[in-house]
């Protein structure tokens, strides 16, 4: 099969199409980021489905502390994961509001690499979640700013 290197034969009009639960997922992403109050933000999506992942894992990183007994009393673990926990949800709730929630995700990060300090095992996830996390805000970023000029050329 002969295919075009450039691109050239491709036809113009073609947009991309995406499958069912592909579109569901999108949309989700954007209706969660807050893009149906204003312009989309692919940095923002992206933004929240990793703090809300990374939420589920704030959480067990609690019990965990809680079940070793690594802090006296035991339930400090569970304060301390669950504090990390609500600085997440609020993270996600002012994600629709500028530049906020992207500044205590940022933060919540921050903290997830400090729980190293009483769970060292906690460090191998806090690595991995703040690589995605820069990651995820250079090339959402990239990515709007990308959208951004082709809108512009569009108009």
């Given at each position: 099969m002969n295919r075009p290197q450039d691109g050239a034969d491709a036809p113009k009009d073609e947009e991309l199409r995406l499958s069912p639960s592909e579109t569901m997922a999108h949309n989700s992403a954007m209706r969660i980021s807050g893009s149906s109050s204003g312009g989309q933000s692919t940095q923002k999506a992206l933004g929240s489905i990793v703090l809300g992942f990374e939420l589920i894992v704030v959480v067990l990183i609690g019990l965990t502390l809680f079940g070793l007994g690594t802090l006296e009393p035991?339930?400090?673990?569970?304060?301390?994961?669950?504090?990390?926990?609500?600085?997440?949800?609020?993270?996600?709730?002012?994600?629709?509001?500028?530049?906020?929630?992207?500044?205590?995700?940022?933060?919540?990060?921050?903290?997830?690499?400090?729980?190293?300090?009483?769970?060292?095992?906690?460090?191998?996830?806090?690595?991995?979640?703040?690589?995605?996390?820069?990651?995820?805000?250079?090339?959402?970023?990239q990515m709007d700013r990308d959208r951004a000029a082709w809108i512009a050329a569009q108009s």
């Open positions: 035991r339930e400090l673990g569970l304060y301390l994961g669950g504090g990390l926990a609500v600085v997440m949800i609020v993270g996600l709730a002012l994600m629709r509001r500028g530049k906020v929630g992207i500044t205590i995700g940022w933060i919540a990060h921050g903290l997830v690499l400090a729980t190293a300090i009483l769970l060292p095992m906690a460090l191998i996830v806090g690595i991995l979640f703040t690589a995605l996390w820069v990651y995820c805000m250079v090339k959402g970023s």
